[in-house]
């Protein structure tokens, strides 16, 4: 497993388990069986509402703590440094550990600021091993950093080959890492039976899934697919052995369409609704 150094010098894997829609029961199952074929970097967040279960998962696999990188996200709802505080203590006691790896803010909104000097002062006490975003456009994410006393190691966003974030990636601070939620468009746009991968995945005697992963990888971005077969598991994290050319990146860049099928952080709905989502009372 190949794995990315951040800023900081805090080494994650460049392959994670993502746990998105996964309900606790499943949360369990699944990580436990991403640990089993190698995977060990877990992704999740308080409004996943399945820490308690991944936690549990990762005490039951017998692996040591410290060979897991955990990451979750606070919630728009418990934005602003008191309830950051309060809501990372939460975290801490649903994860059963004593720190948290990688903690991140889930959504650009609400007192993102006030959540961004509580875990500054987590970062300094070695309570979390790296601070990041998910989700920041480029504004957002250049604004923070400027005004940051300790800049976002990670922007977590939604990239894969049909919204490839090149306004963001352009103008990433050098001190940030990109890591890539979506990586396989949730399985939308018939993606793995797309003409272009299913081309160059003939070529390298790989998956068309296989092939967006390692485009990602190639590119110095985390990416975090989620799958439930444990066959699926295996084949999203042998993408080790081979590489692209450049006509393969070309071929792949080829394809973005500059925009998300799946959710608009801009759309005022959007706002709306995730301002109003609440996880706790």
């Not at 829609?21 to 060990?40: I, S, T």
């Not at 308080?46 to 991944?54: G, H, L, M, Q």
């Not at 018939?190 to 299913?198: D, G, Q, R, S, T």
């Not at 081309?199 to 390692?214: D, G």
Request: with cysteine.
């Amino acid at each position: 497993m190949e794995r990315i150094e951040l800023e900081n010098g805090f080494e994650i894997p460049q392959i994670g388990y993502g746990t998105f829609q996964l309900k606790p029961d499943e949360a369990y199952d699944n990580v436990r069986q991403a640990l089993e074929n190698g995977y060990r970097l877990i992704d999740t967040a308080a409004s996943y509402r399945n820490e308690k279960a991944i936690g549990q998962a990762i005490r039951d696999s017998g692996i040591k703590r410290e060979e897991i990188v955990i990451s979750t996200k606070v919630w728009v709802q418990d934005a602003g440094y008191e309830a950051t505080k309060k809501a990372f203590g939460r975290s801490l006691a649903n994860l059963q550990t004593s720190y948290i790896d990688l903690y991140l803010i889930h959504q650009p909104y609400g007192d993102y600021y006030g959540s961004w000097k509580a875990m500054e002062e987590l970062y300094d006490a070695g309570r979390v091993k790296a601070i990041g975003v998910c989700n920041f456009c480029a504004e957002r994410l250049l604004d923070l950093t400027l005004n940051a006393r300790i800049p976002p190691m990670i922007d977590q966003v939604e990239l894969h080959p049909f919204f490839q974030q090149k306004r963001l990636r352009a103008a990433l601070p050098a001190t940030c890492r990109i890591e890539a939620w979506g990586p396989l468009n949730e399985g939308q746009r018939n993606i793995f039976a797309n003409p272009v991968l299913e081309y160059i995945a003939k070529k390298h005697h790989k998956t068309a899934a296989q092939i967006v992963l390692r485009w990602l990888i190639e590119q110095g971005i985390i990416a975090i697919p989620r799958s439930c077969r444990s066959s699926h598991q295996k084949e999203n994290i042998d993408i080790f052995d081979f590489a692209l050319d450049d006509e393969d990146m070309q071929e792949i860049n080829s394809l973005d369409l500059g925009y998300s099928e799946i959710i608009d952080h801009t759309d005022p709905l959007t706002v709306r609704i995730l301002n109003t989502y609440h996880i706790h009372e």
